[in-house]
């Protein structure tokens, strides 16, 4: 995309301009970009009316998940999110528009929290790369306020209603998504606004959506980083502007469902979608009314509502790949200019042709080697968070510890494991063991069978004589299938990682977390007995659990359910 070659060039044809520039092989080749996005399967937005009050955690016109209205039009942003990475691949045709493109690029900070680790590369000197997806349902201009609806909400405190981790193996051979659903309850650490200098005290228990409102985008991708480990190297957050062009300019998507639908109750509620049994192309308005569609598919929940959503996106990629929709340059230039209008980057991305690249480096993976799933999760027991959802024990961080240590998801794994995919190794020097004071936890029910008793005091014990002498068993208990250890802040994790070394428990178990206060060895169901951690438990069987609903770019047979009471 240099200045002198398209300068030099002013003789030849727009069309001949793109095609050199990499405009058909970048959306029509077999390495085109990857657009699969996940999906919040929390996503308000089918009710009738605009203008629905909040439910004071995070919900503009929400309630519990399967239950009560909804806010108007949660129009997914993250549509346009992965359309930016499809599309800007294919912008370059002209210097001129290039630089127009630049000035509407708006940028952010990338974290708002503590720094985050570098990548660990792998045996080839490759590193993975993570950009998280987020959707804002901020009412700041005329058109979002258009889009949205919800009046009493126009110019108010923005919510991150979609978030989406897409991640691209070290090698490039495969890309994996984590979509969070909107409402899971957890705690957003200290953010501090880079605009005004406002520090936000970490909170208590609280929705994720929150996240965004306290310093910006920044502060959603240190939400991330606090409870997953994974290190984000970029992110990229749309609004409701722009996504009705782009479901236009991509032209028809098809999507099945079993049974003939109409997305509408007695009561009005409803994405309005009606179509017959069977496959159907569908764009522009219906496109958003079948990303939209909760009541009606499968159980009327959020999650079906995702399901939905992964078909979609599946489905557009592959409908990018194998047809010639978007060959008209004025399209495109329209989908570009809608993209960059509506789209906020980190700081990192100072530039257009950065974003080229971007969707230059997630091109050359094959749809079958994509897989989205959704963060396994369970319904929330805490009070005032009913119908909300926590991280599922054991299953959560078996899925992101697999994208930390750039496991594909798909199980197609290299026979040998990379040799630098294990954690780093903590900077700072740990402390002695004498001067180290450890918390121990009986986690042994974690799988479903009776506490081993006594387990947290042996456990301590063990420590003590291996020099930890600070090592004290706490009655709580915490059920966990797998020993954790979890330390409170970065200055400590050295020696958290000191006492797994001690015991032979792998760095991966290691973790920072708000939950603590110091450092918690929380003895997990993989370790009832014996004086050392078992080795047996040391290899994990790295497969992506049943409970985050894997699907794969290139099943083209998913055929969305109906929900009874809504079929015609």
Not at 206 to 221: I, K, Q, Y
Not at 541 to 568: H, I, R, Y
Request: proline fraction near 5%; glycine fraction near 12%; aromatic fraction near 6%.
């Amino acid at each position: 995309m240099g200045q002198g070659r398209v300068r030099g060039e002013g003789t030849r044809s727009r069309v001949r301009q793109a095609r050199e520039l990499g405009w058909d092989d970048s959306l029509y080749g077999e390495g085109a970009p990857k657009g699969r996005t996940g999906t919040i399967p929390r996503q308000g937005g089918e009710g009738p009316g605009p203008e629905e009050s909040g439910d004071g955690h995070g919900h503009r016109g929400g309630g519990p998940r399967r239950h009560g209205k909804r806010g108007k039009r949660r129009i997914l942003r993250w549509v346009a999110s992965v359309l930016s990475l499809l599309i800007l691949a294919t912008a370059g045709a002209g210097y001129l528009y290039y630089e127009h493109l630049n000035s509407k690029l708006k940028k952010d900070d990338l974290t708002l929290g503590d720094k985050m680790r570098d990548h660990q590369a792998n045996a080839a000197g490759q590193t993975p790369l993570n950009i998280l997806l987020i959707g804002s349902d901020a009412r700041d201009s005329e058109a979002n306020q258009k889009l949205g609806g919800a009046k009493e909400t126009f110019n108010g405190t923005p919510l991150a209603d979609v978030q989406m981790l897409l991640h691209l193996s070290a090698d490039r051979s495969n890309i994996s998504v984590i979509s969070m659903p909107r409402d899971t309850v957890l705690k957003i650490p200290q953010c501090t606004d880079p605009d005004d200098g406002k520090t936000y005290a970490a909170t208590g228990w609280t929705l994720t959506n929150e996240s965004l409102g306290r310093g910006g985008p920044g502060c959603t991708v240190a939400t991330w980083y606090e409870l997953t480990g994974i290190t984000i190297d970029h992110f990229m957050m749309i609004d409701f502007a722009g996504v009705v062009s782009m479901a236009d300019a991509i032209g028809g998507v098809p999507v099945c469902v079993k049974q003939n639908v109409h997305s509408r109750n007695k009561q009005g509620q409803g994405s309005g979608l009606k179509l017959e049994a069977g496959t159907h192309p569908v764009k522009g308005e219906q496109a958003l009314q079948w990303l939209r569609t909760r009541y009606g598919f499968d159980d009327g929940t959020d999650l079906a509502r995702t399901r939905a959503q992964h078909m979609y996106m599946n489905s557009m990629v592959r409908e990018l790949r194998k047809n010639t929709k978007l060959t008209d340059p004025a399209k495109l230039r329209n989908l570009a200019e809608a993209a960059i209008g509506a789209l906020t980057v980190d700081k990192g991305i100072n530039s257009v042709k950065q974003l080229f690249d971007l969707g230059e480096a997630l091109k050359s993976v094959p749809t079958g080697r994509i897989t989205m799933t959704t963060m396994p999760n369970y319904y929330s027991e805490r009070p005032g968070f009913s119908g909300k959802v926590e991280p599922q024990p054991g299953d959560a961080e078996q899925l992101f510890r697999m994208v930390r240590e750039d496991i594909p998801l798909d199980g197609k794994a290299p026979k040998k494991k990379p040799a630098a995919t294990t954690p780093a190794v903590s900077k700072d020097p740990a402390a002695a063991p004498g001067e180290i004071a450890v918390t121990v936890q009986n986690g042994t029910s974690g799988d479903g069978r009776f506490a081993e008793k006594g387990r947290a005091a042996a456990v301590a014990g063990i420590l003590s004589g291996k020099g930890f002498t600070e090592a004290r068993a706490d009655a709580t208990t915490d059920p966990q299938k797998k020993t954790v250890i979890r330390f409170s802040n970065a200055e400590l994790e050295g020696d958290a990682q000191a006492v797994a070394k001690s015991l032979g428990i792998p760095l991966t178990s290691v973790k920072k977390s708000t939950d603590v206060t110091g450092i918690s060895l929380v003895v997990g169901a993989d370790w009832r007995q014996g004086d050392a951690y078992p080795k047996s438990a040391v290899q994990d069987d790295n497969k992506t659990p049943a409970s985050a609903k894997a699907l794969n770019g290139a099943d083209d047979e998913a055929c969305m359910p109906v929900q009874p009471g809504f079929t015609w």
